[in-house]
């Protein structure tokens, strides 16, 4: 479904015949573009397309570049001119510290994933099975017939379960889901906030605002403390990825510091949860508002598990499954904006952009690219078939990203959303009730603001 390798596009041509990227249109004084980035950011992002491939964007005082073609998006991954930095990664930093594998560069961020990848290996991902079936199971084992459901705060508990589970091995998760779930939205949603305004000291003000998002990035970090302490002090050593991280030395053999482990801890959490929630909010979404689809997820399940529980041998088995998981994620990706910097001078598709200069592009916008799909809007899992899915441009449809920070997690992440597709699809009806509001949040992620289903058990209607 992603691409890993192709010729980086950039640095290839002599500088006098670079041009400056097109200015975007639609800014207002002093904030420039940083309102539209706020009003209705998904849309503004898209509609850059029609002004180039790179564009410039102005927000408040500063330039920066989009980047807004497959191709180009593409190119500017799998560069080596680009590293991770900008405005997405600035405003994150007080969440996700500068020593953790999601903020690093260089020679630390090489050393990370390879500490990491073990736990993300397509033949680790089986040693997850009963706690992905298990907490899928659970998912829908809870709810009563009729119940009206806060998917919102279902999703986050099992995304939080499933990562702490598996990756942190801790059963002391259960009492802690909630509260990290609560103190991941706050923050999130205030970064987004950061991000395109960057305001600096504001953001220090006692205001409740303020108030709110210092009190959730405090107790995210105690939580995670908490996670490391009692693992040190329970003297147990699990294969997992918690006792690989604590375990972990750096390039001269020495253990790495508290610090790192501790970034570390917080870059599995929070891109783990936060990513996985809003995904399986957007897969509820979709079975509530396309029931033909769960009726075809439904009869696929069936015919593949002859009316037992769906369980974690049978994803691979769930293609049409697989192929609804897809399309969700290409018209609502959960990370729907990602940012670099430039390290030299360079160029992107005969674009001169300087040493220092942010670039912005939106995995949202690149997949909804009518010039890229056909019936661009239409939910169609079909589209995923091998014989159609050929027909998509390279670069087209990243959800995981390219290259070198590509998301360590796609094997794990599909395996754990087929498998909770066809959990959800097999047990219930969903319709969405009076006062649900299905509209996009915009934060650091995209999920719906408050989706609110009523479950009717299949058994029922059949
Ligand atoms: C990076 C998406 C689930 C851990 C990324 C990136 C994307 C992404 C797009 C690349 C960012 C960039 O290019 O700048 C997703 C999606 C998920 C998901 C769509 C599920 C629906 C997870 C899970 C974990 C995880 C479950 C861990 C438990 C990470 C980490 C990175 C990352 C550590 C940073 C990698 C690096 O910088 O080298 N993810 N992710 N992700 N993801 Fe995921």
């Not at 002391?172 to 923050?187: G, K, V």
Request: proline share 7%.
């Amino acid at each position: 479904m992603t691409v890993e390798s192709a010729p980086p596009g950039t640095g290839s041509r002599p500088s006098s015949e670079l041009r400056e990227p097109p200015l975007a249109g639609g800014g207002v004084p002093v904030l420039r573009h940083a309102w539209r980035m706020v009003r209705d950011p998904l849309a503004f992002m898209s509609g850059l397309r029609d002004h180039g491939e790179v564009v410039r964007l102005r927000l408040g005082p500063k330039t920066l570049y989009a980047v807004t073609s497959p191709e180009l998006t593409g190119a500017l991954a799998l560069s080596t001119d680009f590293e991770i930095a900008g405005p997405l990664w600035e405003s994150l930093e007080e969440l996700l510290g500068k020593e953790g594998v999601a903020t690093a560069n260089g020679p630390r961020h090489r050393r990370q994933r390879r500490t990491m990848q073990p736990a993300f290996r397509l033949d680790a991902i089986p040693g997850y099975a009963s706690v992905m079936e298990e907490e899928a199971h659970a998912l829908t084992g809870r709810w009563q017939a009729g119940e009206i459901i806060d998917c919102t705060t279902e999703a986050f508990r099992i995304a939080v379960r499933v990562a702490a589970r598996c990756l942190l091995r801790g059963a002391y998760m259960d009492e802690r889901a909630e509260r990290l779930s609560a103190a991941l939205d706050t923050l999130f949603r205030g970064m987004y906030r950061r991000m395109v305004i960057p305001l600096g000291p504001l953001y220090r003000l006692p205001l409740p605002a303020n108030r709110r998002f210092n009190g959730a990035l405090a107790d995210f970090h105690l939580i995670v403390d908490e996670i490391v302490a009692e693992r040190r002090a329970s003297g147990q050593k699990p294969n997992d990825l918690l006792t690989a991280l604590l375990e972990a030395t750096d390039g001269n053999g020495d253990p790495i510091g508290e610090q790192e482990i501790h970034d570390q801890v917080v870059a599995i959490l929070t891109a783990g949860a936060e990513t996985v929630g809003s995904t399986i909010m957007w897969l509820l979404h979709v079975l509530a508002e396309h029931p033909e689809h769960a009726d075809k997820v439904r009869a696929e399940v069936e015919s593949v598990t002859a009316g037992r529980p769906v369980a974690f041998e049978d994803v691979r088995a769930l293609r049409h499954t697989n192929n609804v998981v897809i399309e969700a994620m290409r018209l609502r990706p959960a990370i729907w904006i990602l940012t670099r910097r430039a390290v030299a001078d360079t160029e992107l598709g005969g674009y001169r952009i300087p040493a220092g200069s942010d670039i912005v592009y939106s995995p949202y916008a690149v997949q909804r690219d009518p010039r890229s799909y056909t019936d661009h809007l239409r939910f169609d899992p079909d589209r995923w078939l091998p014989e159609r899915a050929k027909e998509v441009p390279k670069y087209a449809m990243t959800p995981f990203g390219v290259g070198n920070r590509k998301c360590p997690s796609d094997h794990f992440s599909m395996a754990l959303l087929t498998l909770v597709t066809a959990a959800l699809a097999t047990s219930y009806h969903f319709e969405q009730t009076p006062g649900s509001k299905d509209g996009t949040r915009v934060g650091i992620t995209l999920h719906p603001h408050d989706l609110r289903l009523r479950t009717t058990p299949r058994s029922r209607q059949g």
